[in-house]
């Protein structure tokens, strides 16, 4: 019957259209459906991450009797898609889940706020490359210098160690989340001191290893030019302040050091080489120091990548012109 077979090899060419369409999907469209089957049957749902990478996504409400079965289900799903670190925030109202996440490879990789991210690193033959979350404390110092080459010094409250407790010493402290270098050492000498200033150059850097919270340091001494005179201490902090000429400033660093057990502590070594620069008529000019730059940021970047940035502009600290 020529209408019977017209029907049949219409049929016969929609299945194969239908199949061809299944079979030939992309397996990130087959890794879609795992995740949608995933979430429909208990909650949890992930979704791909950079670098092979997988990030879990809890659900608002969690049954932890049946949480650890959900989370078995999800894992075996990431590791049919072939991906190798996977993460899942738990904030602090969950944090129930976290025994039962580190039972299944779960770790901690850092916590801010009120939540925890876990990382859970699958592959058992490659050894992990994330690296480790904030690395570095970051410090700085203002050495404030004024017409007379007095520097602005303070002698805290509460010194960091014994040796230091009573010396004069640069105002200064940590670096906010975004805050640039010379914002932030500005900020610092005005909460100290009252005084307000002006940056001009990064001097030293100071990198040392297993400082607060077991991080590495990186402590900066800014020269600064003062934008007013007037000492109004921070009572809370600091227990003096003034103005010391550079060289009284300068013996002042040589007898902590000798506190110390060293020959020269960072700060001696640094004031000794601005009072080498002041008596060249260098402390006034750019030929000391590294000179803050603005630089546009490169664009089409995605954001939170390791050595971009999020704004439209980075600092540059350079000698160079």
């Not at 303070?154 to 040796?163: L, M």
């Not at 050091?257 to 260098?282: C, D, H, M, P």
């Amino acid at each position: 019957n020529p209408v019977d077979l017209a029907a049949s090899r219409m049929h016969s060419a929609r299945f194969r259209l239908v199949a061809q369409q299944v079979f030939s999907r992309p397996p990130a469209l087959v890794t879609q459906r795992l995740r949608r089957r995933c979430q429909a049957a208990n909650g949890l749902s992930w979704s791909e991450a950079r670098f092979d990478g997988a990030t879990v996504t809890l659900p608002d409400a969690i049954e932890l009797t049946s949480f650890a079965a959900q989370l078995d289900d999800v894992m075996a799903s990431v590791r049919n898609a072939n991906r190798k670190g996977v993460w899942m925030r738990v904030p602090l109202s969950q944090g129930g889940v976290l025994p039962l996440a580190a039972a299944h490879g779960f770790r901690f990789h850092h916590a801010v706020g009120e939540s925890a991210m876990l990382l859970a690193w699958l592959p058992e033959d490659e050894p992990c490359p994330v690296p480790d979350f904030a690395t570095h404390v970051v410090g700085v110092g203002g050495m404030c210098i004024n017409e007379r080459h007095e520097v602005l010094v303070v002698q805290e409250r509460r010194a960091a160690t014994t040796t230091s407790q009573g010396s004069w010493k640069l105002p200064g402290g940590l670096v906010d989340l975004a805050e640039e270098l010379d914002v932030a050492v500005e900020r610092e000498v005005l909460e100290e001191t009252g005084v307000r200033s002006r940056f001009k150059s990064l001097l030293a850097l100071r990198h040392q290893h297993g400082a607060a919270f077991g991080r590495d340091d990186a402590y900066c001494v800014c020269l600064l030019s003062p934008l007013s005179a007037e000492i109004r201490a921070c009572e809370r902090e600091i227990a003096a302040a003034a103005w010391l000429p550079l060289p009284e400033y300068y013996e002042g660093t040589k007898a902590t050091s000798a506190r110390q057990g060293v020959e020269e502590n960072f700060n001696a070594f640094v004031a000794r080489n601005v009072i080498a620069a002041a008596e060249a008529g260098n402390l006034d000019g750019a030929a000391i120091g590294l000179a803050a730059r603005e630089m546009p940021a490169p664009k089409g970047y995605l954001p939170g990548v390791t050595g971009l940035t999020n704004r439209e502009t980075y600092r540059l600290y350079s000698g160079f012109h």
